[in-house]
């Protein structure tokens, strides 16, 4: 039955092939690393986070009168909530790290050189819109933290000249956060941000296939691929098949990832869930110690120390524009970190300023 | 050591076996959170009474309200005297109406009409109504 | 300045008015109170409000204000002592409860009817030994310490289950890790195999 069905797929698809030139005649090359596993962690992580926040929607109640009772409920009385909701919750910070690590490793690699300058522009807006989504998902428990942090997040784009106050209006859907803020962030979070990511994925994944996975720029015998001026699909001959012999691996480090993931929900929820996030939205209360997510804490602070937001936010946005464009301005074709030197230092500085102005931002 | 790829591949075939079990115990205790979280709850068929102000159920009139999650009605019919039965109807579950011009129920999809004690009185349904069990308790009417 | 009746200040308010006073808000304690021996003497000066709470720097009150000095400034420490030792242990253990049910409220659990019902039991059992009757107080503290007792067997219901759920989840936990390893360990023998081969 199933042979049957199998060959009449193969007939008229040729998945055979399809599989072939993917997964057992689809080489990598011998000299891959751990790092390329990253982008299977974050495939995973998002499937996860589709799931969950599917399961979330069955209960959630997108309406201030009602949004932080449903979580309650979702958290106590619904058999397993508390676990979909943590896992949910918890998840969206783990990918946050897996993001990071996965933009680390290919800024270390100079693997968004060109050819490759659309995976990495496909990539850098798939992790802004990642973090659109985590600011979106955080308003709708509808906590104290929820209100605050959106209040004080949405706030600083008053800081843009002119149409500033426009902006804020805008993000909120009035002068203040409250019903149509809401309403707009439930949209964007639960239809908007999640197709445009899901169509951007595949595009990604779509450049990386086509133009063919970089060599990893280490050992004697790298020498830089010769980038051609017409398109051409890096091959790596004598490479190692994606599947089984990589895949493998992706998958050992996608069951590592996950169960730092459950281990956190398990043992350290409040880790990302701090207790404000426990008390409804009061709009007349601002608690004490409001602060954003710690990837958010670099541009909270930023604007702190400027002597104007406007400053911050300028600051913030060349810095983000730099990075976007980063392959269009770092235009040389070695990528051996060792021959670099110039790029590497900025490199090491630059996670070094993000870490202190978080920590900063963390204590101030 | 002679052959080392025979002894690669049925290490191989041992970790993969394996990982299977342990793959499988993990799909299990992935799926099973996610089945109770969409099961309807257990607890809906509580035998709990539900009680009713008798002044809502005047003298030859109906209250429709909830019991166990499903819609049902309770009626006075002669002074003092009170019915409750299950307000879907037994033809298709349509819920029925009370009409008080006739005094009896009336299924509003295919005209169903039933009797102040559930009898069918005409139309399709098959069966009378569900009858629930009435007590009287001060000025509470406990249905259950 | 602050003290002109034009910005409501009233004044102090007369010894045998600060019940009252205080009773506005304090509602039952106050029917406790005016029940009891101190406040059927206070006409003779018998202890008010302030005598043992103080004014102005009212403190959070706790059995501590029950004391030898204090009590002794007008009657004997023999029957206040009873007292207290009656009470203590239930004042204690709803303190407790209170504390507890802050800090599971701080995990996300739904405490809130149980903090209520602490709150009231914790009302009521201070109208009760506001009686300063011995004999009363001695009589019905155990049927506080039981609905004190049913509040906490509920905390516990919630914590055996917290303890529950971590144990899954470190179970959970490392047969995750065990996929990881046993995935790695797999790698190894392709990774043999690409050493051979190459
Ligand atoms: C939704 C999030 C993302 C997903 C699902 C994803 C997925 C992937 C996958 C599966 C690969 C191929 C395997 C690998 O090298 O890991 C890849 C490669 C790559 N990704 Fe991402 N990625 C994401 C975000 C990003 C971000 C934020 C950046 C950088 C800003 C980025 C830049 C790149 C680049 C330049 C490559 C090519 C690596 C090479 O060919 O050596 N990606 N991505
Ligand atoms: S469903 Fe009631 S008559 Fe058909």
């Known amino acids: 039955m199933l042979e049957r069905l199998y060959h009449f797929l193969e007939v008229r698809l040729g998945i055979r092939d399809i599989l072939e030139q993917n997964l057992t005649k689809y080489l990598l090359p011998n000299n891959v690393n751990i790092w390329y596993t990253l982008g299977a962690v974050l495939i995973t992580l998002f499937v996860t986070q589709f799931i969950t926040g599917i399961l979330l929607l069955v209960y959630y109640v997108p309406n201030p009168a009602e949004a932080f009772q449903s979580v309650e409920r979702i958290m106590n009385e619904v058999p397993y909530g508390w676990l979909i909701r943590y896992l949910h919750a918890v998840g969206s910070n783990v990918i946050v790290i897996a993001l990071l690590l996965h933009m680390l490793s290919v800024l270390f690699m100079g693997s968004y050189k060109k050819p490759r300058e659309l995976t990495w522009v496909s990539g850098f807006i798939l992790l802004n819109l990642s973090f659109a989504l985590c600011l979106t998902g955080y308003l709708l428990p509808w906590s104290q933290l929820s209100f605050w942090a959106t209040t004080v997040a949405t706030d600083a784009a ?6 500033g106050d426009a902006l804020v209006r805008f993000l909120r859907g009035g002068a203040m956060v409250g019903d149509a803020t809401l309403g707009r962030f439930f949209a964007l979070h639960v239809m908007v941000l999640p197709a445009m990511l899901a169509g951007l994925v595949g595009f990604h994944l779509f450049c990386v296939r086509r133009i063919g996975i970089s060599r990893p720029p280490f050992g004697e015998d790298y020498r830089p691929a010769e980038v051609k001026g017409y398109f051409h699909h890096e091959e790596h001959p004598g490479g190692i098949p994606f599947f089984p012999n990589y895949a493998i691996k992706d998958m050992a480090v996608i069951f590592f990832f996950l169960a730092g993931l459950v281990y956190l929900v398990f043992f350290a929820p409040g880790l990302f869930i701090p207790p404000s996030a426990f008390e409804p939205a009061d709009p007349f209360t601002t608690p004490e110690h409001i602060k954003p997510e710690w990837y958010f804490l670099w541009a909270y602070q930023t604007l702190k120390i400027f002597p104007s937001e406007f400053l911050g936010l300028a600051v913030q946005g060349l810095v983000m524009t730099g990075l976007a464009l980063l392959p269009f301005i770092d235009r040389g074709s070695e990528r051996r970190p060792g021959r670099r030197p110039l790029f590497i230092a900025c490199y090491i500085l630059g996670i070094l300023l993000f870490v202190g102005i978080s920590v900063w931002g963390h204590y101030s | ?24 115990v993990i ?75 006739e005094q009896e129920f009336l299924c509003p999809c295919h005209a169903g009409r039933f009797s102040v004690e559930g009898k069918v009185l005409g139309g399709p349904p098959p069966e009378p109504l569900e009858e629930l069990p009435v007590a009287l308790d001060g000025d509470q009417v406990l249905v259950g | 300045m602050a003290m002109s009746p034009e910005r409501g200040f009233i004044g102090v308010p007369a010894y045998e008015a600060v019940p009252d006073f205080c009773g506005r808000c304090h509602i039952g304690v106050k029917e406790d109170y005016l029940l009891s021996a101190h406040g059927q003497a206070i006409a003779e000066g018998g202890a008010n409000c302030v005598t043992c709470h103080g004014n102005h720097v009212v403190v959070k009150a706790g059995p501590e204000i029950i004391n030898p000095e204090d009590c002794s400034q007008c009657h ?105 390893l046993i995935c790695f360990l797999i790698r190894k023998t392709y990774q043999q195999e690409e050493d051979g081969s190459s």
Not at chain 3, 88 to 104: C, I, R
Not at chain 3, 154 to 170: H, W
Request: glycine share 10%; hydrophobic share 45%.
């Open chain 1, 158 to 163: 008053g800081a843009v000249p002119v149409i």
């Open chain 2, 27 to 101: 799909s299990a205790a992935a799926a099973w959170p996610v089945w109770r979280f969409l099961a309807p709850s257990s607890g809906e068929g509580n035998l709990a009474k539900v009680s009713i102000q008798r002044a809502e159920v005047p003298l030859e009139q109906a209250h429709f309200f909830s019991f166990h999650g499903k819609p049902a009605v309770v009626l006075q019919a002669a002074p003092g005297k009170f019915a409750a039965f299950s307000a879907v109807c037994t033809h298709l579950g349509c819920v029925i109406k009370w009409v008080p011009e």
């Open chain 2, 1 to 24: 050591m002679t052959d080392p790829s025979i002894n690669l591949s049925e290490r191989r075939t041992f970790l993969g076996i394996l990982l299977g079990g342990v793959g499988l």
């Open chain 3, 76 to 180: 004997g420490y023999g029957q206040a002592g009873e007292i207290k030792a009656a009470i203590v242990k239930t004042d204690e253990m709803l303190a407790s409860l209170a504390e507890n049910l802050g800090f599971m409220g701080k995990k996300g659990i739904a405490v809130k009817s149980m903090e209520s019902e602490t709150f009231a039991l914790r009302n009521d059992f201070r109208r009760l030994f506001h009686s300063v009757n011995v004999e009363k107080i001695s009589n019905e503290t155990a049927d506080f310490q039981q609905r004190g007792m049913a509040i906490q067997q509920k905390i516990d219901a919630v914590q055996t289950e917290l303890d529950q759920r971590k144990l899954i989840g470190g179970v959970v936990t490392g047969l995750l890790v065990l996929a990881s």
